[in-house]
């Protein structure tokens, strides 16, 4: 078998891991509010301190996604984002960038696009890797591999409530890292985290040597250094939308982006976090 060169998301692990620290991922719905806002808006998250980013794609019906998040992708939508324009914005983030960055979407509007055809645009446009978020680990196999063939990373959902089978699924099918779901339900904000999310740590732990992400309810600072605790990396998506909901016809829309995303990494910029 032949040996597959590390992506982006697989380096920056093993950077994270060097360095004794926690990786910060940030999640943004692509195009929202506009497509205009969304290079600008990486840009900021990057300045601010997130490691790895998940661009969502906008989808009509996200089962997944609390009201946050729906609202963006019905902002974007109504600006008529398309899966091309995002990769087009990829590429110019690339210009400047080397941050990972990772697709973040329902298969629906990949299907649509192609998805052979989606998996070279996404190498050439500089995508490092694909979370399918509705895409059934035990129908995954033929699609982590034709992703997998063009160098991409796959990442599935491991959640509170999957079953030891599918657990196993998930260990096999994912590269560069996998994806915890901290509670059952949609993406949103909490005021706690889940009891659920340590008992799910461990558990993967024993099933596999890829670093482990926890997103989903995760919106707060305590949070971040809570859960950094216990994983090697910490999503936070609906915060970030949040504050680009309300600030988006301010013109301080960026620097808050980057101060809140600042705000929200530094807990695992302190070594051993």
């Known amino acids: 078998m032949a040996t597959r060169v590390a992506t982006r998301i697989g380096n920056l692990f093993v950077t994270c891991k060097a360095e004794k620290r926690k990786a910060f991922i940030a999640y943004i719905t692509g195009g929202d509010p506009t497509p205009a806002h969304t290079a600008p808006l990486i840009r900021a998250l990057e300045r601010g301190g997130a490691d790895l980013i998940e661009l969502g794609v906008p989808f009509s019906d ?4 609390g009201p946050v998040i729906q609202r963006a992708s019905d902002r974007a939508l109504r600006a008529k984002t398309t899966v091309a324009d995002l990769l087009e914005i990829i590429r110019d983030v690339r210009r400047t960038s080397e941050i990972p960055l990772l697709l973040f979407s329902y298969l629906n509007p990949l299907l649509r696009y192609g998805f052979e055809r989606l998996a070279t645009d996404a190498v050439d446009a500089g995508i490092d890797g694909v979370l399918l978020t509705d895409l059934c680990v035990e129908e995954a196999s033929q699609p982590a591999r034709q992703l997998k063939e063009k160098g991409l990373d796959t990442v599935f959902l491991a959640a509170p409530t999957s079953s030891e089978h599918r657990l196993r699924l998930i260990a096999e099918y994912s590269s560069g890292f996998v994806y915890l779901v901290s509670r059952a339900g949609v993406t949103g904000e909490r005021v ?3 009891a659920a999310a340590a008992p ?16 989903f309810g995760i919106s707060t600072t305590e949070q971040v250094r809570e859960v950094g605790h216990l ?8 915060a970030i939308v949040r504050c680009i909901e309300l600030n988006e016809s301010s013109p301080d829309l960026f620097e808050k982006v980057e101060s809140l995303t600042r705000e929200l990494a530094d807990p695992l910029r302190q070594k051993n976090a």
Do not use: E, N
């Not at 799910?200 to 997103?215: E, Y």
């Open 192 to 194: 706690s985290v889940s």
């Open 231 to 238: 994983t090697d990396g910490v999503v936070v998506g609906s």
């Open 62 to 65: 996200p089962i997944a996604d």
């Open 200 to 215: 799910l740590v461990a558990h993967m732990r024993r099933l596999t040597d890829l670093p482990l992400a926890l997103g």
